[in-house]
């Protein structure tokens, strides 16, 4: 088990890594909320629920079962319209100030309930218990909530922290194989940008993290096959969301509300949401857009001579090793036009994060849209090869 401290100005609270975190909920709660009764709210998926309700009311005493609120899953339901009729049903229940909610399942679960915390009663408290992976190594901790807007993801929300993170790797075994992998590459952008050492253990131990047993073919090529789709060894993986979670609290701890340092956890999106937006959030998850945009930072990066052809080759066969990445079509030129959103952000300038080498990075305020056509071009034609 691993406990990590985030600590930021607003708040501080441990995010816990463990196997079979589900079954003790209960105790940790108590604990967390020691002398004050707070009547306790789940939201969650139907599908979530139904696959891991039993573990979860496990720990609860008949007298203190939590009230279970749904949100069906989808980022299209990642909406404000969501966040009312939570709040309506939330009254209805008899959820006071002192009440805990708790939010289960994965960054659409964990955003929208912590924004509903955030508002309710102007600010009640909860706790976070992602079942994605990139809930557990990103969404869960630092803060942000929200939901989208028709103009926009993530355009309306807030700043408001758990009260702690229980992450139990569990519960990992039922998430879609995608899901693992696309999870897995904030993993990737993680050692990428802050983390040499643990660059080396996901380029080391690909295929146990992955799940995969590896056997040599006819043509003494190396497969690699998952053992069963969706299940990994919980060993590794407990080992990389561990360090990915450093990373994260690490850099929020320095820099909570994006002025500086929190910006290098960015690196990829800018290309990355240009790619969800050029393929209408519907072809590829957010992890998978992540990565081909961190492809095409990666050449901007080498274009730049901030890395080198070696290092270089190194992350973008990592990247590649979580794939398969699904292929997509897009003009290299409409990719560009759609980063001009990025720009808007940031008072006109547009931050873009480079390597500078494995586990190292810098913000750009300078990357022209011309670097930017070299290298979606590049992504593109390096698609083509993959
Ligand atoms: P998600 O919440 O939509 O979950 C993905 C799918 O997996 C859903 O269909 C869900 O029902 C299912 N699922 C979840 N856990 C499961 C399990 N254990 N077994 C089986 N199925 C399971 O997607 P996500 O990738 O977890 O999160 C994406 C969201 O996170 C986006 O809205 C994004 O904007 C947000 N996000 C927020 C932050 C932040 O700092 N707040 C950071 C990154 C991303």
Known sequence: MSSIRVTTPQAAYDVTIAP????????RLRKLNAGRPAKTFVITSPEIWALWHDRFLASFPADAQPSVLFL???????????????????????????????????????DVTGFLAAIYMRGIRYVGLPTTILAQVDSSLGGKT??????????????????????????????????LRAGLQEAVKSAIIYDAKLFLYLEQNASSILGESSHKSDSGRIEHRPSKPGVASSKALEKVITASVRVKADVVSKDEKESGLRMILNFGHTIGHAIEAATHYRKLLHGEAVAW?????????????????????????????YGPIPAFRADPAKLV????????KR??????VLTTGIGATEIAYDVTDAELLTATTAMLEDMKQA
């Open 20 to 27: 079979g975190l589900l079954r003790t909920l209960y105790p």
């Open 72 to 110: 069906p899953r989808g980022e299209r339901h990642k909406r404000l319209a969501a966040v009312e009729s939570l709040a309506n049903q939330l009254v209805l229940a008899g959820a006071d100030r002192d009440s805990i909610l708790l939010a289960f399942g994965g960054g659409v679960i964990g």
């Open 146 to 179: 929200g939901v989208n807007l028709a103009a926009g993801k993530n355009l309306i929300g807030s700043f408001h922290h758990p009260l702690a993170v229980y992450s139990d790797i569990d519960t990992l075994a039922t998430l879609p194989a995608a899901e």
């Open 293 to 321: 945009g961190s492809i095409a930072a990666l050449h901007v990066s080498l274009n730049r001579g901030r890395i080198t052809h070696e290092d270089f080759v190194r992350m973008a066969n990592l990247i590649l090793r």
């Open 337 to 344: 036009a759609l980063t001009s959103g990025d720009k808007k």
């Open 347 to 352: 008072s006109g300038r547009r931050a873009f």
